[in-house]
């Protein structure tokens, strides 16, 4: 009885929730790479004869994402080792009462069941990050209701330091030395817009 109330609730939010993200109270840092102005590509004269060169952007220092968790087995879980195991991974930051959490994760695991076969051409790994690990009761619920069996891994507080959490959804990827490929990607995609994304991370990795 007690799982049907769960999976009703988690159905009616569902129906009720805009598309979009939902604002969380997290506060954290995510390294960016400042953008490039033309003033900075361009020489610039400084005085008649005399050319000032433009200063280098200084690379970005790679944001490791390197934490001990466990699965929902309770099976302990490094991230950094998991995305050592695969060329590219996706991390899903998601919670149980976040309404595009939720409808997305159909989406997930559609992409899971894609890249997990033998003949998948391309190695991605799909991990989510379980936020609300106080809500236990209703995870069932939306486990069975969104049918997502890709890995499932503990929040951890650390993991604020290395990525920005201000919406959820919330989404980075990961090379395989487990630091993070570009910016992350706030919101909920489905499967079309999530291909788009894989194939521009693993651009930024030649």
């Known amino acids: 009885m007690k799982k049907l109330i769960c999976f009703t609730s988690v159905l009616a939010f569902l129906c009720a929730a805009l598309s979009g993200c939902v604002s969380i109270e997290f506060n954290g840092l995510y390294a960016q790479t400042p953008e490039v102005t033309d003033s900075s590509r361009t020489p610039q004269l400084e005085t008649p004869g005399t050319v000032v060169l433009p200063t280098e952007t200084p690379a970005p220092v790679p944001v490791s994402f390197d934490f001990d968790t466990v699965d929902l087995d309770g099976n302990a879980v490094n991230t950094r080792e998991f995305a050592a195991e695969h060329e590219l991974t996706l991390v899903n930051f998601w919670a149980t009462w976040c309404g595009p959490c939720v409808g997305e994760m159909p989406e997930l695991q559609s992409l899971h069941e ?3 076969t033998e003949a998948a051409e391309t190695d991605v790994a799909i991990l989510g990050v ?29 993991m604020q330091n290395a990525v920005e959490l201000q919406y959820i959804p919330a989404t ?8 993070i490929v570009g910016k992350p990607v706030v919101g909920a995609l489905d499967a079309e817009g999530w291909l788009a994304e894989i194939e521009g991370r693993f651009k930024e990795l030649e």
């Not at 980075?172 to 630091?179: A, E, P, Q, R, Y």
Request: charged letters at 30%.
């Open 114 to 116: 894609r890249f997990s």
């Open 130 to 158: 379980w936020l609300d690990t106080e809500n236990a009761g209703d995870l069932d619920a939306v486990l069975e209701y969104t049918g997502a069996a890709y890995p499932i891994v503990e929040f951890r507080n650390e």
């Open 172 to 179: 980075i990827f990961l090379n395989k030395d487990g630091d």
